[in-house]
């Protein structure tokens, strides 16, 4: 199985900063890579597939990259809406995996 | 509007059954491969089974496989998933969702576009 690993698993930051999370695949995954939001409470929404194609009606401020087994996504101007938990996942092969989540906090 | 309607949550003794069941609305069932993805009280979430548009192929995860049955019925728009001999383990919040992707050469790459809002199983003495 393919094993993700996501850095860090929390990050504190402020409305307006630029962010980064970090998730690194246990073998190249080509460009097989999506970013998932989650709030408490509710179902993940997608973000991002293929690493960096932003889903329809996601603000542009969220933006992916990476290929093989590294990959990032970046906020680049917090919004108070955006603090939440991100999941990376790959879909190169079954079974499909997530990573262990990054919460996002505020500072 | 794309809708995902997932139910038969239940709190069930462990070596119990369970079947769960996702309605989908607003799109053509039929076309659409569904996933069904879990989440453990305050964990991440975990990849459980897979099922194509014509129900024909099947994937699940070592964790299920041999205990759950995942199959659909598309005349009813719907997906099951059959879990039976369930474990305290399989306690979650169970997710259908509906795959987007695409085929080539070298394989079939699909990713979860859209999800239910889950359906809590507890499984406890």
């Known amino acids: 199985d393919i094993q993700m690993t996501q850095s860090p698993s929390t990050l504190s930051a402020s409305v307006g900063d630029r962010v980064t999370i970090t998730c690194r695949a246990s073998q190249s995954i080509s460009t097989w890579l999506a970013w998932y939001q989650q709030k408490p409470g509710k179902a993940p929404n997608l973000l991002i597939h293929?690493?960096?194609t932003l889903e329809s009606g996601v603000p542009s401020r969220f933006s992916g990259g990476g290929s093989g087994t590294e990959f990032t996504l970046t906020v680049s101007s917090l919004q108070p809406d955006d603090f939440a938990t991100y999941y990376c996942?790959?879909?190169?092969?079954?079974?499909?995996?997530f990573g262990q989540g990054t919460k996002l906090e505020i500072k | 509007e794309v809708h995902l309607v997932e139910s038969g949550g239940d709190l069930v003794q462990p070596g119990g059954s369970l079947r769960l069941s996702c309605v989908g609305s607003?799109?053509?069932?039929?076309?659409?491969?569904i996933s069904w993805v879990r989440q453990a009280p305050g964990k991440g979430l975990e990849w459980v089974s897979y099922?194509?548009?014509?129900?024909?192929?099947?994937y699940y995860a070592d964790s299920v496989k041999g205990r759950f049955t995942i199959s659909r019925d598309n005349a009813k728009d719907s997906v099951s998933l059959q879990m039976d001999s369930l474990r305290v383990e399989d306690t979650a919040v169970y997710y259908c969702?509906?795959?987007?992707?695409?085929?080539?050469?070298?394989?079939?790459?699909?990713?979860?576009?859209?999800w239910g809002q889950g359906t809590l199983v507890t499984v406890s003495s």
């Open positions: 099922i194509s548009h014509t129900g024909t192929t099947a």
């Open positions: 293929q690493a960096s």
């Open positions: 996942q790959q879909y190169n092969s079954y079974p499909y995996t």
């Open positions: 969702a509906r795959d987007e992707g695409f085929c080539t050469d070298g394989g079939c790459y699909r990713w979860f576009a859209s």
């Open positions: 607003g799109f053509t069932f039929s076309v659409y491969s």
